[in-house]
């Protein structure tokens, strides 16, 4: 009866660490990964271009242009999302906008421009 027991323990302790370890898995998945491609920002009217490659597939990324981006151009494998706020934050004025893989996108005249993105993976 004891060793009997004692199996359906261990039975159940490499069923436990089996789904830890799937869940770790799962939750890494995306760890360190990065873009495939390009990510183009431009100011309006403006010549200088920010380019963003290997960017990582986690987190939010702030657009680096001192008044934000007006124009982006996703060269990329992957769709993302542009935020008229600096840290991918969403407000009644300013929704995230979605942006495919190899399209582009422009701000209307007069709109707040875009200030940070996040990847959708």
Same mark, same amino acid.
């Given at each position: ?13 490499? +069923?436990?660490? %089996? ?15 990065? &873009? ?6 431009? %100011?309006?009217? =403006?010549?200088?271009?920010? &380019? ?5 597939? *986690?987190?939010?990324?702030? +657009? ?11 060269? =990329? ?11 991918? *934050? ?6 995230? +906008? ?5 399209? =582009?996108?422009? &701000? ?11 990847? +959708?993976?």
């Amino acid at each position: 009866m004891f060793e009997h027991g004692g199996a359906r323990l261990r039975h159940a302790g490499v +069923i436990t660490g %089996a789904a830890l370890l799937l869940t770790a898995t799962a939750t890494a998945c995306s760890a360190g990964k990065t &873009t495939v491609g390009t990510l183009a920002f431009r %100011a309006h009217d =403006s010549p200088i271009e920010v &380019t963003y490659s290997n960017t990582p597939v *986690q987190g939010c990324h702030e +657009i680096r242009l001192p008044h934000g981006a007006a124009h982006v151009e996703n060269h =990329s494998l992957v769709d993302v999302v542009v935020y008229r706020t600096p840290k991918c *934050q969403k407000t009644e004025e300013a929704d995230g +906008i979605y942006i495919p893989v190899s399209t =582009s996108n422009v &701000t209307a005249p007069g709109s707040l421009p875009w200030r940070s993105f996040s990847v +959708i993976h």
